[in-house]
C-alpha cells in the first residue's frame, strides 16, 4: 500500500506525522502537569481542613475542660457530690431509694442549671471511688 502512493501523499502523511506528534507530545505532558497540579490543590485544601478541624476540636475540649473545672471546684457541686454519695451508699449502693431521690431533688435544679448554661445534655457526678451517684 505504501508503494502505490504518490510522493505528494506520501510527504503529506510525513509532514503531518511530524507536525502531530509535538502537538500530542505537549498535550499529553500539560495533562499531566493539569492533573498533578488539580491534585496539589486539593490536597492542600484538604490539609487546610484538618487542621482546621484539629484547631477546632482543640479549642472545644479546651473549653469543655475548662468548664468541667469551674463545676469541679464550685462548692455546690461539691457538696452535692458528697451528700448524693453517703445517700447512695448508705441505700446499698443504689439510687432507687427515698433518701437519694430526696438528696438529688435538693441539688437537682442547681446541676440541671449547670447542665443547661455549659449546653451539655446531662451531668455526671462520679464519686472518686468510681461510682456515678447523679
Do not use: C
Amino acid at each position: 500500500m505504501w508503494h502505490k502512493m504518490t510522493i505528494k501523499t506520501k510527504l503529506l502523511i510525513a509532514f503531518l506525522v511530524i507536525g502531530l506528534l509535538p502537538v500530542l507530545v505537549v498535550t499529553g505532558l500539560s495533562l499531566s502537569k493539569a492533573s498533578h497540579a488539580l491534585e496539589e490543590g486539593s490536597l492542600d485544601k484538604l490539609i487546610a481542613i484538618q487542621v482546621g478541624k484539629i484547631r477546632h476540636l482543640e479549642w472545644y475540649f479546651k473549653s469543655l475542660e475548662a468548664a468541667l473545672k469551674v463545676t469541679r471546684d464550685a462548692p455546690d457541686t461539691a457538696k452535692a457530690l458528697q451528700d448524693l454519695h453517703q445517700s447512695f451508699v448508705a441505700g446499698g449502693k443504689s439510687v432507687d431509694t427515698t433518701a437519694w431521690r430526696q438528696t438529688a431533688e435538693k441539688y437537682d435544679a442547681a446541676l440541671q442549671d449547670i447542665t443547661k448554661d455549659n449546653g451539655w445534655y446531662d451531668l455526671f457526678l462520679i464519686h472518686e471511688d468510681g461510682n456515678v451517684v447523679y
